[in-house]
């Protein structure tokens, strides 16, 4: 393919855009994992939540139930922050209002991750 | 000259040979379409359905009387809510899921052809449905 970029351009860096290709790699990795994942984890938890409080607090504190459990809900996390940053970019132009919004959606997603990650922990200990 | 606009939409009355641009409004649907943007609120609902099985993890995680309220919630008429919110997220997990497969061959140059395009969107809308109530007809059946 021809490179339409000028030698200036490379040694200014990233262009208006001001980031590279890290949120697109980063929603394909954690999609490839959460094909994987979500299935599994989901079909667990429904198949234990029947058995009331002690049965599910089991399974979430079992090594292959807490393990399955962080690992579904960080890389759901880390996907759904990516994804609805897109959503804010592409429909919400009030610079004001957009920044909210952004802030607001990796601080939810950071808060969730540490409230599920102290959860399983707290269950598995 | 041809007429470029033969339907006579009115916004585009004065006839011209350059290219038209796109209007939104007089768009008609179609099954591409319609599944891009099932993608995007699906991926919104699921965002949601993220936030929620998080705070069932901190209700798990915080002792029996805490989950208490989420057994006392489902076994009353709230229940019944929760219960049709749910098969809606697994439809909304199902077809994201579906739907996701087909953008990664997308990135890998795969499955651009109209008629295919048509055809899987609806294919997916059917099996993420058919899914969703398969599997809740066979939780209820067990």
């Known amino acids: ?125 | 000259m041809d007429n470029p606009c033969p339907e006579g939409d009115p916004l585009m009355a004065a006839p011209s040979s350059r290219p038209l641009s796109p209007h939104v409004s007089v768009w008609r649907w179609h099954a591409t379409m319609a599944s891009s943007i099932l993608h995007r609120a699906t991926g919104v609902a699921n965002y949601i359905g993220a936030v929620l099985i998080a705070v069932w993890l901190v209700m798990a995680a915080a002792g029996p009387e805490a989950y208490a309220v989420w057994e006392d919630a489902m076994a009353g008429a709230l229940g019944i809510v929760i219960r049709i919110i749910l098969i809606g997220f697994t439809f909304s997990v199902s077809y994201h899921l579906l739907n996701g497969l087909r953008h990664l061959a997308w990135d890998a140059g795969l499955g651009f052809d109209p008629k295919g395009s048509n055809l899987r969107s609806v294919l997916i809308i059917v099996l993420a449905a058919a899914f969703t109530a398969g599997a809740w007809i066979g939780a209820w059946i067990a």
């Open chain 1, 1 to 125: 393919m021809t490179d339409f970029r000028t030698p200036l351009s490379k040694v200014r860096g990233l262009g208006s855009a001001r980031s590279g290709v890290g949120h697109f790699i980063g929603q394909r990795i954690s999609a490839i994992a959460l094909v994987v994942l979500m299935p599994i984890f989901l079909f667990s938890i429904a198949s234990n939540v029947g058995g009331g409080y002690e049965e599910t607090t089991a399974f979430l504190g079992s090594p292959f139930g807490a393990i399955l459990t962080l690992l579904a809900m960080t890389a759901a996390l880390y996907h759904m922050r990516l994804g609805l940053q897109t959503v804010v970019e592409d429909y919400i132009h009030k610079p004001a209002t957009k920044a909210v919004l952004l802030i607001g959606n990796t601080l939810i997603c950071a808060g969730l991750w540490l409230a599920v990650l102290y959860s399983v922990l707290a269950l598995a200990s």
